[in-house]
């Protein structure tokens, strides 16, 4: 089975840090993908890669960055968090053409 | 820009009974997906359709996808307890600055006995 494991289940922050989350996947998959999942607006792409040290802007990629030095690690990157990030952030990897495979999720919280 | 819509966004109902949730999208897309999600969970693959017509079941649900209508429909047959979670579909978009999918804002479905 493929394993999208993020590397916290919850995380408190506060406003201004710089705040990594991490996505690492266990298939050699090319593709992945950062997701921020809000009440009453679904899930949102933030930024996607299909390639080491490649990646592409999603539908709102403002005030994140994202980092892809190895195939399997995925990282996240809120440069200066503020509250308006307070969200749950959904990792996924996938083959071309293939269905994206969840991770848990992280439930960050920006205080 | 593609867009995807499903309706309704919350149903309750009861075991035993049948029902749709559709799903459209507004550009062309050559792939469909549909996702589980139980609360505090992560999404977990149902369906992918590739191909108008596409048809796939999978023990009480199944999965239709018309490219031509942009309408893809997951049908419960028989419902039971435990199909109870949010349904989200998803629509494969390409090019425009990045590939990825754009998800439906999930129909939270609750079936009660």
């Known amino acids: 089975d493929v394993k999208v494991t993020q590397s916290s289940r919850y995380l408190v922050k506060r406003t201004g840090e710089k705040v990594f989350l991490e996505c690492v996947q266990d298939?050699?998959?090319?593709?992945m993908f950062w997701y921020r999942q809000d009440p009453g607006l679904g899930l949102r792409l933030i930024y996607f890669?299909?390639?080491?040290?490649?990646?592409e802007k999603g539908d709102i990629p403002e005030g994140y960055s994202v980092s892809r030095e190895k195939k399997e690690r995925f990282s996240l990157i809120l440069e200066s968090a503020s509250t308006n990030q307070t969200s749950m952030y959904l990792c996924?990897?996938?083959?071309?053409?293939?269905?994206?495979?969840f991770g848990d999720g992280t439930r960050l919280s920006i205080l | 820009e593609l867009k995807v819509e499903q309706n309704p966004l919350f149903l309750s109902m009861q075991e035993g009974k049948n029902y749709t949730i559709y799903c459209n999208y507004s550009?062309?897309?050559?792939?469909l997906y549909w996702y589980r999600q139980d609360p505090g969970k992560s999404l977990e693959s149902l369906f992918v359709l590739l191909s108008n017509g596409a048809v796939k079941q999978e023990g009480r649900l199944m999965a239709s996808l018309d490219t031509k209508a942009r309408l893809s429909t997951l049908h419960i047959t028989a419902a039971v307890h435990d199909l109870s979670a949010t349904y989200f579909c998803a629509a494969y978009r390409t090019g425009g600055g990045a590939d990825g999918l754009t998800f439906g804002k999930g129909t939270h479905l609750i079936i009660q006995p």
């Open positions: 298939m050699d998959h090319e593709n």
């Open positions: 996924a990897s996938s083959l071309w053409g293939g269905p994206q495979h």
């Open positions: 550009t062309t897309s050559d792939r």
């Open positions: 890669s299909y390639d080491v040290k490649m990646k």
